[in-house]
Structures are given as C-alpha cells and as structure tokens.
C-alpha cells in the first residue's frame, strides 16, 4: 500500500473505533465529557445493540478485554454465557439432534452482555448506567437511518419473518428504505426498565448498577424470556424445538473478571482472552512464527504469507482438539505456548509445500471430524456468508483515554437473523451453544453451566516501542488471522501507522472447521483479497494452496486505537471494508 484509505487519526484526548459510525460518536461524546474508556466502551457497545441487530444485541456475548493504568494490568471479562441446566448431552439425544442448530431457540446460552457491560461500567468506569445507555435509548426511540448492510441482511430474513417470527415482522417489516428511520420500541422501553431500577435503587454507584443488572437478571425479563422460550420455533434441524433456557439460569448467573492470557513476540506483549475463546491461538501463531524472519521475506509475500498459514494451521489444530472452558477442563496453555513445545511444532511447516492434513499436537478431535465441505461450498468470508444467508456476524469496539487506559471488546450473538425478538422486550436471544459439540469425551462438549468455545477475541498488545495497543474484528474463525496479520504489519513489516496496517490486503485459512454449524473445513483453502500480486497466488497456489480469489477489501473490519505513555498522544483507525466502522481521536 502506498496511501491509506483515510488518515489515522491522532490527538491528545483520548481515542475511539466503532463497528458503526454513530456508536463512534457516541464514545466521542462519553469521553469529552469527562467519561473514561470504560464508560466511552460501555456507551458504544449499547448503541451497537440498537445500531447492528444483525451483529449483537443485550441477550448476547461480549468479550472484553480492559488494560487498567493505574495498576499497570490487564484484565479479561468474560461475557460469554454459559449452558442452561437443562442442556445436557442426554437432552440432545432426546430430541434427536446430532449437532446444535445455528439457530431457533434451543441453541441459547445464558445471555451475559448486559452483565459483562454492567461489571466493566462498576468495576472500571465513572459513570451511571444511565449516563451510558442514553444515547442508545435515544436512538432506539428516535431511531436511526437505515444503512445499506442492515438493509440487505432484512430483506434476506423478510420471507422468514412474514411466515414465521411475527414478533420479528412486527419490528422490521416492512424493510425501510435506506435513510429511513427504524426504530426499536420495545428495546427503548427496556432500557427505560434499565434506568428506572438504576435510579430506584439506594446505595454507591456501583450497587445502584448492580440494582439494575439484577433487574435483568432475576426481574421481569428473565420471566419473560422463560415463557418466550417454553414456545417451541422450527430451526435448522427442519422441526421445531422449544428452548431450555429458565428464570433460573438467569438469576444464577455471575459473569467473572479473569487473568488474561499473554505472550511475548520480538519485544512486544500481547494479552487474549483465555481457552475458553479462541485468543490462545493469535499467541501460539506468534510464538510459531517468531521461528522465522518474516521481515527478510517481506509483506504480502509468497514465503511470507505461506509460512503464516502453515503455523495459523497448527495453531487453529490445537484449538479444536483442547480449547474449552477451564472451570470445566484442564487446558494446557503453559505447555501450548512453550519454547519446546513451539519447536516440535514449527519443525512440522514446510518451507515449499502447504499440508492438507489437520495436525493437532496433542488431544483428539471430536468424534467423526473433520467434515469436509465440497469444493466452494461455502463462502470465503463470513461477511460474504451474512450477505448471502443473513445468518450471523460479530461488532467491534476499542477506546483509550487520557488516563493511559484501554478497552477492547467484541459484541456478538443474539442475532436478528438466527432467533425471533421477544416482543415485549425488543431481541432476540442467542444461539452460541451451536459451538459445542456432543461428543462427551471432548473438552468442549456441551455440559450444563459450561461456557462454549467461542471464536471473539478482543486483543491488548504493548508494543517494543511501549505504546499500548487495543484491537480486533468481527470475522469468526477468521478474527484472529486477520488482527494477526495486521499486528504483523506494524511489528515485522513496518507499517507507518495504523490505518496503513488495516488496509493492506490480507489473506486467512479456511482449512480448520468451522466453529459454526454444520461444522465443515475446506482442507487447503484459502481465501486472498484481490489486492495481493497475482504471481504472489500463482506461486502460493504452486505449493500446494487452494487459492479462492475474493473482492478488493472484503476481509472484516479490523478496528485498532493506541496511546503512547510518554506522549499521551492517541492513534485510531477504521477498516473502510464495508463502509460502516468509523474511528475518531479527541483533541
């Protein structure tokens, strides 16, 4: 690349990126205002409920990953519900299903963003619950422009609606036009609940937000969820199934606030989430790759973009043979990420030639896999998939502050697409549970009150340089490929500066199987934004790569926003792929 799309912005007072340009300035306003990254986050991250119900909602899943200045530490906040009680191996068998449907009801964990954005706000904000959730109660009750994305994922889901989910017709039909305001009664009402037991509420600030969380969690809601619910919906399994999520599995609920997972990579420090997302394989891929001199062999090169591949495959392996909750398995990351281990591992890339084989080094893959999905079966990207299918994506939000702290989180699940809105409170749940498997033997079989592997994976680096990196994507399994490569841009490859490492073309693997139903991979596969040298995939296709030619900018929507200690100056930037995320620095 030898211009950006845009510039990266810079300034002095703080730094936002959104998934959408209106949360952006939203997270803008929290911060002039006197709001830290926290708050900024927690005001983006509702105004994303509203702005993208086709992305993420209140009944979903949210990763977050915080760096808080003062304690010089990072930290990880789960956001990923866990199993209903009611959903065990034997249940499955019961109702015949041979694998969990990607969507309907049965297919719901317990929704954990509200409690996830809740904990971030009183454990490392400022502000009220109020102050934050306003601008997405506005905009819910005011509405916003139709955008054209939203717009062709409705039209896709239109013939369902209308035959199936009254409640979600109700709420979207018909389709507006673009520009066109939509609106969202319901969800605005339900925020009005939020703040209404926020402000009832006596005590700190922190209980007054806990107050309101318990509203959702042991209130109203949660009893209305569970009579939605007991209503059985037709999924993809061809027959209908109520769902298994109760009152109960609401109110035990308690999201948790975890040590991260980090490693090192030629003087950098990177922190992920742990095993029981997928953030464990954006290390192992670094701890691979720190083997070879990717530098020497130069950005978007053949025996560069091979060499990563090849350890993204062995890295991803791992994934699907030992990654899982570890309040339920052991998961061995000290092994994973260790210097022999990583030897053993890297000695497996050949220089030349691309495997086709799934290699994990130690456990065992689920029972019957891989399954293989025919040549082009599937798309190359998941946006592609969206647009194609209108089934499911991911949001993305970053914020830094003037304190030096930073906050990276990855809304996702409770899909307008996959699941019908409840009416009463305006979204619908989620159908993360479609991630386990029902082998039993497996780490990441489905339990009760176990937690899915889950592809989001927000990321934290600290640079050689001591600047202080949050960043990440929407993309499934592609999420942690293409953050990777753009972490690479800057540490190996020396990109100028953020937005010049967003943009340049990127390539990821389709050859591990897919984290979501029906489960496949495509051996060999792998999918290049056309923006790459041609004689770059000739010769990737000549070591044995299944090359898939995608669109120009057609991988994700890699969102980054740093802060340089000594200087206090802030960086963002904004993938322009798709024409939604925006970024914005204070003055």
């Known amino acids: 690349m030898r211009f950006a799309t845009r510039p990266t912005l810079r300034g002095y007072g703080g730094a936002v990126a959104a998934g959408h340009y209106l949360a952006t300035q939203i997270g803008a306003q929290q911060l002039a205002s006197g709001g830290n990254a926290a708050d900024a986050a927690c005001a983006m991250g509702f105004a994303l409920q509203v702005l993208e119900p086709t992305q993420n909602g209140p009944a979903g899943e949210v990763p977050i990953l915080v760096y808080e200045a003062a304690e010089d530490r990072s930290w990880a906040i789960s956001g990923q519900g866990p199993a ?9 068998r019961e109702r015949g299903v041979t694998s969990i449907p990607a969507d309907g009801l049965l297919a719901a964990t317990v929704p954990a963003a509200l409690d996830a954005w809740c904990r971030l706000l009183e454990r490392f904000g400022t502000q009220r619950l109020e102050d934050v959730l306003a601008p997405a109660r506005g905009l819910a009750s005011r509405g916003f422009p139709m955008y054209p994305f939203l717009r062709l994922i409705l039209r896709f889901c239109e013939p369902r609606f209308r035959a199936e989910w009254p409640s979600s017709a109700s709420l979207y039909l018909p389709v507006r036009e673009v ?28 209980t007054r937000i806990r107050a309101a969380r318990n509203f959702f969690y042991r209130g109203r809601p949660a009893e209305q969820i569970e009579r939605f619910v007991a209503e059985p919906v037709r999924d993809g399994t061809g027959r209908a199934h109520a769902g298994l999520l109760t009152a ?10 975890e040590e991260p997972v980090e490693a090192g990579y030629r003087g950098a420090r990177v922190w992920k989430c742990g095993p029981w997302s997928q953030g464990p394989v954006f290390l192992q891929q670094l701890r691979l790759l720190e083997g070879f001199d990717l530098a020497a062999m130069g950005a978007a090169s053949a025996d560069a973009l091979h060499t990563w591949v090849e350890c993204a495959k062995l890295a991803f392996a791992d994934r699907e043979t030992v990654y899982a909750d570890p309040r339920f398995e052991k998961v061995p990351l000290d092994w994973l990420l260790s210097e022999a281990y990583t030897q053993s591992r890297r000695a497996l890339v050949d220089p030349q030639q691309a495997s086709l084989a799934l290699r994990p080094g130690i456990g065992r893959l689920p029972e019957g896999w891989p399954l293989v999905a025919p040549a082009g079966d599937a798309p190359a990207e998941p946006h592609s998939l969206v647009a194609a299918l209108g089934r499911r994506d991911t949001t993305q939000l970053v914020a830094a502050d003037t304190a030096g702290n930073l906050v990276c989180a990855t809304p996702s699940g409770a899909w307008v697409p996959t699941s019908p809105v409840i009416p009463e409170l305006g979204f619908p749940l989620g159908t993360r549970a479609q991630m386990f498997v029902l082998d039993p033997e497996h780490p990441n079989a489905l339990a009760p009150g176990k937690r899915p592997r889950t592809t989001l994976t927000p990321s934290l680096a600290q640079l050689a340089d001591g600047r202080r990196l949050a960043f990440g994507t929407p993309g499934g399994d592609q999420q942690d490929q293409w953050t990777v490569q753009m972490f690479l841009n800057v540490v190996d490859f020396g990109a100028r500066d953020l937005q010049t490492a967003i943009d340049a073309p990127t390539v990821h693997s389709l050859h591990m199987p897919d984290s979501f139903y029906p489960r496949t ?22 070591r044995g790569h299944r090359v898939l030619r995608g669109g120009a900018w057609e991988h994700g929507r890699v969102l980054a926003v740093s802060r340089d200690p000594e200087s206090g100056r802030c960086e963002a930037a904004a993938s322009p792929r798709f024409a939604i995320a925006s970024a914005a620095a204070l003055a």
């Not at 520009?179 to 922190?206: C, H, K, M, V, Y």
């Not at 290049?528 to 041609?534: L, N, P």
């Open 84 to 92: 209903p009680a009611a959903a065990t191996l034997a249940a499955m």
């Open 179 to 206: 520009g066109e305001r939509q609106t969202n009664p319901a969800l605005a009402g339900f925020f009005d609940a939020l703040i209404r037991a926020e402000r009832s509420a006596t005590g700190s600030r922190e």
């Open 248 to 257: 109960q599995d609401l109110a035990g609920y308690e999201g948790q606030i």
């Open 521 to 542: 991979s495509q051996p060999g596969a792998v999918a290049a934004e056309s923006r790459i040298a041609a004689h770059v995939l000739e010769h990737l296709e000549r």
